[in-house]
């Protein structure tokens, strides 16, 4: 389609329309369909409930800071990457791409404000986690826990690059497959598999420790990850994020739209 080429146009101006402004735009969308806005608030339940669980059932000694954070993060790293697949598949299977392409047909663009949108919400989980965490810790002071502040700098910004991977990885999947359920599916089937045959094969497991996302990921939940660490989960996100995000963008670059 040769409106693919065009730059998008701000009718009020004239000019291009702001990244900022297109940004703003999908972050709202990611919370106007139904299916976004019930996953926002079950991850946010969700958060709340690792909180509750340690405050009931945990040891004195696990009711730090530190563990109320590592737990509640997990609702939102398995989470987060659906609405990530959503932003992009929802574009097709509601039939609004052909909307949103004809207002902005630079579509590079489009995806460039998803990729952005996505990593804002993954960051506002992080802080939203946090929040969540500090309140939890100060009842487990009250009720008798440990409830030490003692928390690592590292793990805070391992915290929102954790959560950035997977939301990314979501949205690469989406723009691979343009199809929800398929998207998924996929999404959580396809790493799933790759773990049980490394684990299986042992011909696989040097190549698990560089290409398993699983695996090379669980650095960023320790304090002081080596350098080869992060070139592990460098290369393993190389494969899982960047190479669907590369043939994603391609994808939704030259489908036709009806």
Do not use: C
Not at 37 to 45: A, K, P, Q, T, V
Not at 145 to 165: E, K, P, T
Not at 180 to 209: C, E, H, M, N, R
């Amino acid at each position: 389609m040769t409106a693919v080429a065009q730059a998008p146009i701000d009718t009020r101006t004239g000019g291009a329309v702001p990244l900022g402004r297109l940004t703003l735009v999908e972050l709202r969308k990611l919370a106007d369909t139904r299916a976004g806005f019930w996953l926002l608030l079950i991850i946010g339940l969700a958060t709340a409930g690792t909180s509750a669980i340690l405050l009931g059932w945990g040891q004195d000694a696990e009711q730090t800071y530190s563990e109320f954070l590592t737990f509640g993060m997990l609702p939102s790293a398995v989470l987060l990457p659906v609405l990530g697949i959503l932003s992009v598949t929802s574009e097709w299977s509601q039939r609004t791409a052909l909307t949103a392409f004809t207002l902005v047909p630079a579509r590079g663009r489009v995806m460039v404000a998803k990729l952005f949108a996505g990593t804002l919400i993954a960051i506002a989980a992080t802080v939203a986690t946090g929040l969540l965490a500090a309140v939890a810790n100060v009842i487990a002071g009250a009720l008798g826990g440990d409830a030490s502040w003692s928390l690592d700098s590292s793990l805070i910004w391992q915290s929102f690059l954790l959560q950035v991977i997977f939301v990314l990885m979501g949205i690469g999947f989406g723009a691979l497959l343009l199809n929800t359920p398929l998207a998924i599916v996929i999404y959580f089937a396809l790493p799933t598999v790759w773990s049980v045959l490394t684990s299986i094969i042992t011909k696989l497991q040097d190549a698990a420790g560089w290409l398993d996302l699983n695996v090379t990921s669980q650095a960023l939940s320790e304090a002081d990850a080596t350098g080869g660490e992060y070139a592990r989960l460098a290369v393993s996100a190389a494969v899982w994020v960047v190479l669907p995000l590369a043939i994603g963008f391609v994808r939704v670059l030259r489908r036709e739209v009806s």
